[in-house]
């Protein structure tokens, strides 16, 4: 690792969830680890050789843990590398990612989990934690080997957007999960039900002539899910929720004790089917934009706990697959860039604390994987963003560092910029105006 001078950022406002923390001081960084942080930091004086930055007016937050990143190395370079995902996350704001299996091949064994490792180590900005599939080559027939999986360092396993089908297939990976700890990690879309749908059921598909979702199609096999989970006793995560008939599951299923959390898309808590306009594909996402009343349950749930976080959902298509029309459209949206200032809506709305968000995109991702990330606690590795909170713009193409474009959030106006990300005391991206401390 390349050493790096200590780093002194004074007068800042720093929000740490991890430790309920809001106050005006300092963060002191040192080898790469935090070595102080909160309003009496400066008592045991600056490192000699410190770069000091004057933070004053700004937000320092814990570094954005990101637990749902579609990419597309290997076998879909021309989409997203993990080089570009990684400077598109910190871009964000965003220093440590979840990578879904999806890929060509899947992420279904030990080598492949250790390529993505390597070449993150070797080629990302940032920290980049590769998920392994749930079944090998996301077949949904053969169980993959999750407990050498596990031990090599992989925290979370999933079908990415594939939803297992098998209730005894799922009992039994529960079960082994549950042995080593894991996550079993679900995206719950009945197939059957899905169809040939590509937006939400009801009023507004019928208008557009557009095959409908229904919401059951979500709710049944997450209720299924939950039930097996409360069974087997495994950690389970419902990882994107959009209707609030399946938040009425999650609820009921956290009151009865069930180890079960939940994660719900920036794009479910920002926008709904009214959104698609004059079938605008860039729209087109899985599971589809809801309903306003679902939006606004959304947030709710958000608030009071019910979702447990927040993520971009970053899922980067290429041009030829967005310019289609929109029943043939590639599903996805790119996100990393994003996911903050969207978030930051929601408190500029008053609609949930601050505090609360943040915690959302940091600590509460963080233990759900088990990473000692998403904190500014002092030891902790020295990954966080200045934040101008009150910075207004236009998210335009020039800011896009993705290599695909399909942003849902295409010159929409953001209040809260990132101006500086550091992963491990090393700024890994700066505001061109180079505003990020004075």
Known sequence: MIATRPLVVENARILDPSRNLDARG????????????????????RPDGADVLDARGLLVIPGLVDARVFIGEPGGEHRETIRSVGRAAAAGGVTSILTMPDTDPVIDDVALAQFVMRTARETAAINVFPSAALTKGLAGREMTEIGILAQAGVPAFTEGRKTLSNSGMIRRIMTYIRDFDALFMHETQDAD????????????????????????????????????????????????????????????????????????????????????????????????????????????????????????????????????????????????????????????????????????????????????????????????ALVDLDAPYVFDKSRIHSRSKNTAFENARFQGEVLRTVVAGRTVFEAPDGSAGR
Not at 34 to 45: E, H, Y
């Open 193 to 384: 039900l899905t169809g040939a749908g590509v937006m939400n059921e009801g009023l507004l598909a019928s208008w557009l002539g557009l095959p409908g979702i229904p919401r059951e199609a979500e709710a049944i096999p997450l209720e299924r899910d939950l039930r097996l989970a409360a069974l087997t006793r495994c950690r389970y995560h419902a990882a994107k929720l959009s209707t609030a008939l399946s938040l009425s599951a999650m609820r009921r299923a956290k009151d009865e004790g069930t180890q079960a959390t939940a994660g719900v898309s920036i794009n479910h808590l920002s926008l709904n089917e009214n959104d698609i306009g004059e079938y605008r594909t860039f729209f087109r996402l899985s599971p589809p934009l809801r309903s306003e009343d679902d939006r606004q349950a959304m947030i709710e749930g958000l608030a009071d706990g019910t979702l447990d976080i927040i993520v971009s959902s970053h899922d980067p298509q290429d041009a030829d697959g967005k310019r289609r029309p929109f029943a043939e459209a590639e599903v996805g949206a790119i996100g990393l860039e994003t996911l903050l200032p969207a978030t930051l809506r929601l408190h500029h709305t008053e609609r949930v604390p601050l505090m609360r968000l943040i915690e959302a995109v940091t600590a509460a991702p963080a233990k759900l994987l088990k990473l000692d990330r998403g904190t500014l606690q002092v030891g902790r590795p020295a990954d966080f």
């Open 26 to 45: 300092t963060l002191i960084v040192v080898d790469g680890v935090i070595v102080a942080s909160g309003s009496d930091a400066l008592n045991q004086g």
